[in-house]
């Protein structure tokens, strides 16, 4: 059990529905992140909220689209995906954002795997 | 370019010792973490070195050298549940994770 909810566990869509990942954190955490992570190879950084803020997009398919509502919740909202984007969508929480120097570690929900059809 | 390099699969057997290496080049650095995946699973957050030495915790130990951009784990009496991916992350000048593509630990009983 992690710390880091993340729903739903699994998700299959067809690549003309809307749907919506999420994740919550109660640890007070300051920073969350989301990850796309194909098999066998490491996580990929998607976007960073700080202090509900987004302050990194790594260049991301406007087809996903994050939301921060308050501190304890990230959305990943999702619209006109592709099948290339199945995968296994992590969500991340730490406690201070990047560029604080912080030695604390980034904490991991369980995921949520995504099928395209 | 930033890079790090891991093994991709090593092999031990229960009850033995194993040490898992990670060589970085990156634009700057402020610590390496070290996290283990089991399969299907969230990356679990097993350690944290930012100065030079040895980190022991438990089973598990992390080393690192700044100068030589090398960094070891090191696995102590082996269970079988220790069969997982051991991932090894880098945070560069930005403060970014950097991530290796992660080493998969096969333990043999």
């Known amino acids: 059990d992690t710390e880091v909810t993340q729903t739903p566990k699994h998700l299959v869509m067809g690549m003309t529905n809307k749907k919506s990942l999420k994740c919550e954190q109660h640890m007070g955490h300051r920073a969350m992140y989301w990850y796309k992570q194909k098999a066998k190879k490491p996580p990929e950084l998607m976007f960073v909220y700080s202090y509900e803020k987004l302050s990194i997009n790594e260049s991301v398919p406007s087809r996903f689209s994050p939301e921060c509502p308050n501190s304890s919740l990230l959305n990943l909202h999702l619209h006109a995906l592709q099948p290339e984007d199945s995968a296994l969508y992590l969500c991340?929480?730490?406690?201070?954002?990047?560029?604080?120097?912080?030695?604390?570690?980034?904490?991991f929900g369980d995921g949520t795997r995504l099928s395209i059809l | 370019g930033q890079n790090i390099d891991q093994p991709t699969e090593m092999t031990a057997t229960e009850g033995a010792i194993v040490q898992i290496n990670c060589t970085y080049q990156?634009?700057?650095?402020?610590?390496l973490f070290w996290y283990q995946q089991h399969a299907g699973e969230a990356p679990t957050f097993l350690s944290y070195n930012v100065l030079d030495g040895l980190e022991e915790k438990g089973r598990f130990s992390s080393f690192l050298s700044r100068s030589k951009g090398y960094s070891y784990l090191l696995l102590k009496e082996l269970q079988m549940k220790d069969s997982a991916s051991y991932l090894c992350a880098v945070r560069d000048s930005n403060y970014q994770l950097i991530w290796g593509a992660g080493t998969k630990l096969i333990i043999k009983p």
């Open positions: 991340a929480s730490s406690q201070e954002g990047p560029g604080r120097g912080s030695n604390q570690p980034q904490h």
């Open positions: 990156t634009s700057g650095f402020n610590g």
